[in-house]
């Protein structure tokens, strides 16, 4: 992994940040810093040379962003058509899969011609999962828009759909060939999407990186207002996962750490049905990793005051940290186990969760009680 | 690559061979003999203790051997369900696909466990991209119940579905866990569903083994009526494609040799509308063989009497060798140019084919000229 400082017209240099994600032959960079959108045509040409392209971004995004990235491919002579897909967590389905798929063949893209997700998660995991089918593989190019998808759906190859039985049940590790992280496209998400994204940044410090939880403590504030605290932010939450995901490209062991609060979560944004209106997949995740960290102090693994400290920082940031702060019909326990049961991480009937030792001393648990977890949840589905 | 005898209760032990697939941690072995459906649950409880598995069947091969199959899954204490899909290629469809992750998720089975592919090409390709893409690649076990699978399909971890826009066209590499070619099985296909798998064993002496081509020549009888010969000529073809395989996972090389015969085969599929009353895959890549050698004798590489010898042992084995044995409406060449401009081997509009110096001396030309493939075609249309 290395981080260099580039040269660029639209932002000083040092607001500019390359990490390597090291995959041996499917090694690739990722790029961030304010103005990128710009230069995405002169930087895809760079490593592409000679790619035609399909973008796909939903419509919200589309009408924001895809004229410049349109304009900036353009520019750099990469013809490109465009496949506007309805905005939000529905589009990630089979039908819309299915259309990206036959979209990219109307078109004719050939193996090494690529898939450019323009947007957040839906959209990466989407678009990434179409050019990981088509031909069995083409390439595919990241351009994500919101700050979960800079700092986590954006690196490290998974792609997917949800099924009806649970979230990103479908899908293939399929690399990108490059992933471009526009940090001041950023300023366009609402104080509710970016504080969601945000939670993806604290889990970094939460699962190793303590000293990075407590460096997030006292820069939140110019995070939030876009300083360069937020590209640094951004590249060491993607330097975190490059790390993790180059020595566990598919989830055999270590990569597991980076479901901190996802066990839990999954099962939250499974039972509010994915209803955005309710609860975002950030929001899922911070409420997931207050209860990461309260269900390892009940289980004598971990200081309540870390816990507590958890919590304090995720509210400071506008986050959920408990179940009963998710609007709407209150959810019964039988109902979370039952979503936690379906989990892709269940192995043989036993229950994976990662649960910590205190603030950056996370750890994966392979065989936690079911019992221990209803019990736990019983409790909290009252708080 | 080993060749081992292994002991059975319902063969000789000389009848049956075991084929190595080596491909590092995913490497497999491939059993080959009649009477293999009846160890099947023992052959996989030994290899993939504790699973629980879906056995996906298409409502004929279902009714013929699934009974039997469950039978040997029973015995073996491996809990298991049934999907039964309609016959014919065009299950290999978007929709069908849907239907197999779904049913998967329904039996919630985990990453550790089975989807069972009991048929021919259709339903392993089917079952098999299932299976690589519910939780991100679950295990796979194929159970070939034809000879084009047991020679072809099965080996090598290609799955995928078809597109409206061509075959083969959308898929993943996921490789099985075990595969159990029941030669015995071969003796309920009609003659014509034997002859068009017996196509692909003929492709493996025609790439670069001119002694089997021989061998072939002279056993061609005994192999269709299902002595010892039919074991060893399907051990030798997995045996080759192993080799291929192992060299080349993805297709980025010399696996290309694989597709003797099949460009010019895929598009006569296209134009035949995949109508099996018309053309199956086997009669497909017997006529684009026998179109890649005339072709290499237009282009001045290929002695004639070797692309004469090719037809003729072909027709013996009662395959068709030219397109106007085609039944139905003739193709145009525009028709014919058109699909092999959308196949999967293109790459940046160059057409890529398997030509050939003779029998046994296979190649892969990359930059074919179209105009030469369409003054042939012009001339092959009438014939």
Redesign the interface.
Known sequence: MTSTTRPAASAPAAMRESVRVSLGARSYDILIGPGLLAEAGAEIARRLP?IRALVVADERVAALHADRLSASLDAAGIAHSRLVLPAGEPTKS?AHL?EV??RV??E?L???DAVIALGGGVIGDLAGFAA??????MRFVQVPTSLLAQVDSSVGG?T?IN????KN?????HQPALVLADTAILDTLSAREFAAGYAEVVKYGLIDRPDFFRWLGENREAIFAGGPERVEAIATSCRAKAEVVAGDE??DGNRALLNLGHTFGHALESCARYDAARLVHGEAVAIGMALAHRFSVAEGLCPAEDAAAVSAHLAAAGLPTTISAIPGPAFTVDELMDKI??D?K???SALTFILTRGIGRAFVARDVDPASVRRFLAAEVGC
Chains 1, 2 share one sequence.
């Open positions: 000679g089979f299915g798929v036959d063949l109307a004719r050939e193996r090494g990981g089918i088509v031909r069995r593989g998974k997917g099924s009806p039985r649970g049940l479908v899908g293939v590790f598919r989830e049961a379906q892709k269940v192995v043989r």
